[in-house]
C-alpha cells in the first residue's frame, strides 16, 4: 500500500481493524498534530523513551528494510507529547496490541 492516499490507508484500518478504530484515529490525531507519520511517531515513542537501549524491527521485504532504516532519522516528539500518548494508551487491552490474537476479526 506505500504511496496510497491517506484517506484510503485509513478507510483500510478502520474496515479490516475496526476494532482498532478509537485507537487508530487517537494516533492518527496525533501524528497530525505532530507533523509525522505513524511509523515515524511510533518509533520515536519508543526510541525517546527512558532506557530503551535498540529497537528489533519485523520486516517482509527489503522495502520495508529501507522504510526502517529511514527511520532511524525521526526526530524526538515533543516532550509533552510523549506525556499526551503515555496516557491516551494506558489502557489499549492486550487483544488489541497482539495481533496473533486477532484470527477470525
Given at each position: 500500500?506505500?504511496?496510497?492516499?491517506?484517506?484510503i490507508l485509513r478507510?483500510?484500518?478502520?474496515?479490516?481493524?475496526?476494532?482498532?478504530?478509537?485507537?487508530?484515529?487517537?494516533?492518527?490525531?496525533?501524528?497530525?498534530?505532530?507533523?509525522?507519520?505513524?511509523?515515524?511517531?511510533?518509533?520515536?515513542?519508543?526510541?525517546?523513551?527512558?532506557?530503551?537501549?535498540?529497537?528489533?524491527?519485523?520486516?517482509?521485504?527489503?522495502?520495508?528494510?529501507?522504510d526502517n532504516i529511514?527511520?532511524?532519522?525521526?526526530?524526538?516528539?515533543?516532550?509533552?507529547?510523549?506525556?499526551?500518548?503515555?496516557?491516551?494508551?494506558?489502557?489499549?487491552?492486550?487483544?488489541?496490541?497482539?495481533?496473533?490474537?486477532?484470527?477470525?476479526?
Amino acid at each position: 500500500m506505500a504511496g496510497s492516499p491517506v484517506w484510503i490507508l485509513r478507510a483500510f484500518m478502520v474496515t479490516c481493524l475496526g476494532f482498532m478504530a478509537p485507537w487508530l484515529t487517537l494516533l492518527q490525531n496525533i501524528d497530525d498534530q505532530e507533523g509525522m507519520s505513524v511509523p515515524e511517531l511510533a518509533f520515536s515513542y519508543i526510541d525517546h523513551m527512558p532506557g530503551i537501549a535498540s529497537i528489533v524491527f519485523g520486516v517482509e521485504s527489503p522495502e520495508r528494510v529501507q522504510d526502517n532504516i529511514a527511520l532511524l532519522r525521526t526526530p524526538a516528539i515533543r516532550e509533552q507529547t510523549l506525556h499526551e500518548m503515555a496516557k491516551a494508551f494506558a489502557d489499549v487491552s492486550e487483544f488489541v496490541i497482539t495481533p496473533s490474537r486477532w484470527k477470525g476479526k
